[in-house]
Structures are given as structure tokens and as C-alpha cells.
């Protein structure tokens, strides 16, 4: 084991052990909070990305687990973890997916101190047929460029001074 490494497994030991520190302000307390959400807004049939998102958590030592409707999900990348501040940590982990409309989606999360598991459930909601969002886009916009042309028209018209031949 290379310095580096027994330099992080020791801040574990001792990340651990204050989490063991009856009701101290070094160790917050509270349990992993997760979240689910999609990068991109969501469409059907259009690659995407689930994040789950995992909050109020210290020590930050846990794993996390995807499934598809009830089947574990293969091939998920690694955990991301950060601090956030005091003794507080958060994680990030992401799912490429295309959604369909029958999906269920789960990130469950177990925090490896004291086993408590956290799940999050995803199920698509909202999903806007893949052009519909840019038609109606397009036409306030245009809409909007139209009623800008007779607005200025108006103006000009009615504040127009007639010439005087003086």
C-alpha cells in the first residue's frame, strides 16, 4: 500500500470514528438524503442521464445501487463524492439511459457506517413530444416579432409631426 493510500484509509478511521462522538458539533448528524433528476429535459427516445444525488452525508463512505424496474443495473460509473462544508458531504452518481414512457428507475443508497438505506425512485412525468417544445418556442417568438412590427408602426404614425410649409 503506497503512502497515498494509507494516508485516506487513516482519515477514514478517523472520519468513522467521529461519526461514533455522541451528539458533538464535529459530527453532524442526520441521514443520506438522495434526490433523482435528469441532465436534459426529458424525451422520449432521446439518450439522457439520471443523476442521483446524495446529501447530509458523513462519514462519506456508502454505495450506491441502480434498478430497472426490479433488475440491478450493470455498467454504472463510479461515485462521485464532495464536501460541502464542516463535516457534511455530498455524492453524485449518473445513469446513461433512454427513457421510455413505461420506465421505473431506483438509486438506492446505503450508507456503510450504520447500514441505513435511502431510495430514490424516478418514473417519467412531463415528457414533451420531441418538436413541440420548439414549435411553440418558435411561434411566441414569432408571434412576439409581429405584434414588436405594428407596435412600432403605431408609434410612428402617431407621432408623426406634420410638416409645416413655413
Known amino acids: 500500500m503506497d503512502r497515498e493510500q494509507r494516508r485516506g484509509a487513516a482519515l477514514l478511521g478517523l472520519l468513522q470514528l467521529l461519526w461514533l462522538l455522541p451528539s458533538s458539533q464535529t459530527a453532524p448528524e442526520g441521514v443520506p438524503v438522495v434526490d433523482m433528476f435528469t441532465l436534459k429535459p426529458l424525451e422520449f427516445g432521446k439518450p439522457n442521464t439520471l443523476v442521483c444525488f446524495v446529501s447530509n452525508l458523513f462519514p462519506p463512505t456508502l454505495t450506491v445501487n441502480w434498478r430497472h424496474h426490479l433488475d440491478p443495473v450493470e455498467g454504472i460509473g463510479p461515485t462521485f463524492v464532495s464536501a460541502v462544508d464542516e463535516l457534511s458531504f455530498q455524492a453524485f452518481s449518473y445513469l446513461n439511459f433512454t427513457p ?27 415528457a414533451l413530444p420531441s418538436d413541440l417544445l420548439e414549435n411553440v418556442l418558435c411561434g411566441v417568438a414569432f408571434g412576439l416579432g409581429v405584434l414588436g412590427i405594428i407596435v412600432g408602426l403605431v408609434l410612428i404614425i402617431y407621432f408623426r409631426k406634420p410638416c409645416s410649409g413655413d
Open 100 to 126: 421510455a414512457p413505461s420506465d421505473l428507475f431506483s438509486c438506492i443508497v446505503t450508507h456503510k457506517i450504520d447500514n441505513h438505506t435511502a431510495i430514490a425512485y424516478w418514473v417519467p412525468h412531463n
